[in-house]
């Protein structure tokens, strides 16, 4: 409901959020640009045509700071009513950058939100406890591998997932790119490969977790979480941008032991600050893994965005669980020390293809991938 | 299924599509990463690793063309199976840019699919035919404004939506920021808006139609879809890129009746071309009509990019129907000679905060847009 007056006085700032842009512009221009995106954000209109004073008061964006960063760059603060989004995960981001993402000066760089927003999105079912107890792994960090190349039928598939899970591997994710194709229905995927996995595990005494990757609509997700959980799997591999945030937050919310791994594809390369968008936001719908290219790989994310995204992902936020970072993107064994450094225990590695060359030595190679990160003594 | 090796030599070309990356890249380097970019969006791993005799000669993304367009920027093509999509919507933009999206010098400049994957997604379900008929206009170019500023409650955007109406305008679409908040739940704004609209067209005898926006997740959107077609309703509006792709097609699919206008939030500046994302493959998933910015006005499109997305929405395509270009983005009445000369009658002019801002005027100052338009000889 729209407050009555009185109510406008209390706790306003417990009602709003606070929309950090870094926008590239003249000294000059920055306090028009600002306003000017405060109002895109919000009322998309002429304020000088609104009448009703809770709209004015409220609803219109506000600036809150302006601040220069760097010649031409500015930090600019807007906050905005929590009551906007409707609680709900795409109207978040919708008022967060909707049209100001067609504006190529404006980067959004971060989010704060009040309590009573945040606790409308109950975060991660399981984080980074959940993944440890489903790995049975108590302080060390954690391993993954992927399964590739998409083309292969379920049966070679599932014969890479026991070769990786002979290995020793706390979790082995799909390939982002295997999805519900001819060559390779899902259903007989998953069910090959959980079966390649769990005869593996027999073997090695060690909880292997297979992740199977979802696609398509809620529909089509939603059955295949259903026949991710008759194969036993407690967790599962999406897409929130390809997906679109609110299915993540819906499947998230409606099998509450499920535990989900983002991938970041689509998450484009920068307009949303990746610590916000793979860090923050992931974790606040669900995700209790966040996938994200760690520095020094096959893409350009610096050390400064690979530690601001950790520290995002399991940074304490009030009753919200942690979400463990999985840098990949182009690793190898030889980098596994310096990402132990970098990251400490409270992490997941995923070595995919620089596993996967090793061939005939592919067990080999991952059970001295697994043995290093359990060996390890953190600096 | 895969296919035995006798039908590999037959039609190839049919079961491929080609995507088209614009790259930054030195001249020495360019062969290089555009082979690498053909990788990472298909097999992902090192080739040298993978033994299929499938995947190596179908799967492995093969780099059909590179051509300097500029200097240090180049044109690679790049064709993939056809298959490794599934015919869905969402492993088809994952194929096309999931992990080049996080590359920052490359941009998804275009697609071209063969008729086979094309025909699994049929398009608009009313097009421009359609929306002609909706509004009962069979030539003239089509005329739309916005309900705004959020924030307002129900019987206030009611009110809005019967002056707007009362100035003969086709469709009135809702702000893209009207959700189901609190202070305007979706079910009490709709029936009032459609309840407003109503009553001005019978004043008018005009066809005017009133196009809601939907949020949430694909639940939410066909609960609101079911109290959208319970009040009457022809036409809704949506933010493919904060939905998902997938639900923008499901939506579409299950309601055959129903018009789609697709709204550019979250959409990005330009890491897909817009005239691909907002036309092509916007329409391709079943949008009838597709917001975007105007050049000229508060978003930085260039002439060039408006002309080609207009261009992509309508051109003819199969069996495809057209999808109505819809330029708006801060236009006002004094462009509409311009804008027709420009997109010709087979566009919808879309001025929202331009026509509000003519207050007590408004329903005046709508029937003299709409006026112009109807009466305009173009060029």
Not at 218 to 245: F, K, S, T, Y
Request: with cysteine; proline share 6%; aromatic share 6%.
């Amino acid at each position: 409901m729209r407050p009555r007056a009185s109510a406008h006085k209390q706790g306003i700032a417990a009602a709003r959020l606070l929309a950090i842009y870094r926008v590239r512009a003249d000294a000059r221009a920055i306090e028009a640009r600002a306003q000017a995106i405060a109002v895109e954000q919000s009322v998309e209109m002429p304020v000088s045509a609104i009448d009703d004073p809770y709209v004015l008061s409220e609803i219109v964006g506000r600036v809150e700071g302006i601040a220069e960063r760097e010649r031409g760059f500015f930090e600019v603060r807007i906050s905005l009513a929590a009551a906007t989004t409707g609680f709900e995960a795409g109207q978040l981001i919708n008022m967060l950058f909707g049209n100001s993402s067609i504006h190529d000066d404006v980067v959004l760089e971060d989010a704060v939100l009040p309590a009573t927003l945040a606790a409308a999105f109950p975060g991660p079912n399981r984080g980074l406890i959940g993944l440890r107890e489903l790995a049975g792994a108590e302080r060390r960090a954690l391993t993954c591998s992927a399964l590739k190349p998409q083309g292969l039928p379920p049966r070679e598939l599932a014969d890479l997932a026991r070769r990786l899970a002979l290995g020793g591997l706390d979790f082995i994710k799909d390939d982002h790119g295997l999805a519900d194709q001819a060559y390779s229905r899902f259903a007989d995927r998953v069910n090959a490969c959980a079966a390649g996995v769990r005869e593996a595990s027999r073997e090695t005494g060690r909880l292997t977790r297979y992740v199977p990757s979802l696609s398509g609509n809620l529909d089509q997700l939603r059955a295949q979480v259903a026949l991710a959980r008759e194969a036993g799997l407690a967790m599962v591999l999406v897409a929130p941008m390809i997906i679109g945030l609110p299915q993540l937050r819906a499947l998230a919310a409606e099998n509450p032991a499920l535990a989900f791994m983002a991938h970041p594809a689509l998450a484009g390369a920068s307009r949303i600050a990746p610590p916000l968008l793979l860090g923050k936001l992931f974790r606040l719908f669900g995700a209790d893994a966040t996938i994200f290219p760690n520095h020094g790989g096959r893409f350009g994310y610096s050390r400064a965005t690979c530690a601001g995204l950790a520290e995002a992902a399991r940074a304490p936020w009030g009753d919200i669980r942690s979400c463990v970072p999985v840098p990949a993107g182009g690793m190898t064994p030889e980098r596994v020390p310096e990402m132990l450094d970098f990251y400490g225990p409270d992490a997941m590695l995923l070595i995919g293809g620089g596993l996967l060359a090793a061939r005939e030595r592919l067990t080999e190679e991952t059970a001295a991938f697994t043995r290093m990160v359990e060996q390890y003594a953190y600096r």
